[in-house]
């Protein structure tokens, strides 16, 4: 599905992401973990049009997406949050899912003028997709509340059907439980292990290695720019140099 060869993006002197091969599968949950600094967020803002590479490519479905508009990538078929919310906090839950679907529609300026039966379409089936997001996340009765009311946890959660409302066929979550009690992040494991029962494919970069270990199918190690291990939770757990560097003793004991 994603393909990323030789990936190399320098800053001054500096290679944040260095000849990087990655590749990730339909369907899958990939877990992208590694210190701070080691380029997690520079291949996710590479992969979402953020950044555009200094030398190599990145291949979605067959088609070359380096370099192109982070618009563009979205119609391409990625959607992603940030580490920082970024909801609207003055609009609604509903009015912050339909920023999400704006960039799906297909309908033109004519359309918009006058209300063709393209644009009923459009709206009727994004309307449709939109309330069983809500009902999906549990929100059903919170649709009219100001995004900024919402307890924090709701607010991430709300980030990610915001992603979610552009349908994408590959979602990348940065850092999705932060800031999340143990309760929230429960819930969340929940909610995204459904997403691969939707059919969503899953890239997220998270600090919290419980919830990596119990979601993804495998896992991908970074460091400075560089990929040190990949393989399946249970291989990175046991792999000396990731232990080592990135997770310490304490996960290998939950586990």
């Not at 309307?127 to 009765?141: D, T």
Request: with cysteine; hydrophobic share 40%; charged share 25%.
């Amino acid at each position: 599905m994603l393909k990323c060869e030789a990936l190399t993006i320098r800053f001054g002197g500096l290679s944040a992401i260095d000849n990087l091969d990655f590749a990730i599968s339909a369907g899958e949950i990939r877990g992208l973990i590694g210190p701070n600094g080691s380029g997690k967020t520079t291949l996710f803002n590479l992969i979402s049009g953020l950044y555009t590479p200094t030398s190599g490519s990145i291949v979605f479905e067959g088609k070359a997406i380096a370099g192109r508009r982070p618009d563009e990538v979205t119609r391409a078929g990625i959607a992603r949050t940030f580490q920082n919310i970024r909801l609207f906090g003055d609009m609604t839950v509903w009015e912050n899912l339909l920023v999400g679907r704006h960039s799906r529609l297909k309908q033109t300026v004519f359309d918009d003028i006058f209300s063709t039966a393209t644009k009923r379409r459009e709206e009727a089936r994004a309307k449709e997709m939109l309330e069983s997001l809500l009902k999906q996340f549990r929100m059903e009765k919170l649709r009219d509340e100001l995004a900024k009311n919402l307890p924090y946890g709701l607010q991430r959660e709300l980030e990610i059907m915001r992603a979610m409302a552009s349908e994408p066929r590959l979602l990348m979550l940065d850092e999705p439980a932060a800031g999340m009690n143990p309760q929230e992040t429960d819930q969340l494991m929940l909610q995204i292990k459904r997403l691969k029962e939707l059919g969503f494919t899953v890239l997220v970069v998270e600090h919290d290695m419980k919830l990596v270990m119990n979601i993804c199918d495998k896992i991908t190690v970074l460091n400075y720019g560089k990929k040190i291990a990949e393989g399946i939770p249970r291989d990175i757990q046991a792999h000396p140099e990731v232990i080592g560097a990135y997770l310490g003793k304490q996960v290998k004991d939950s586990a």
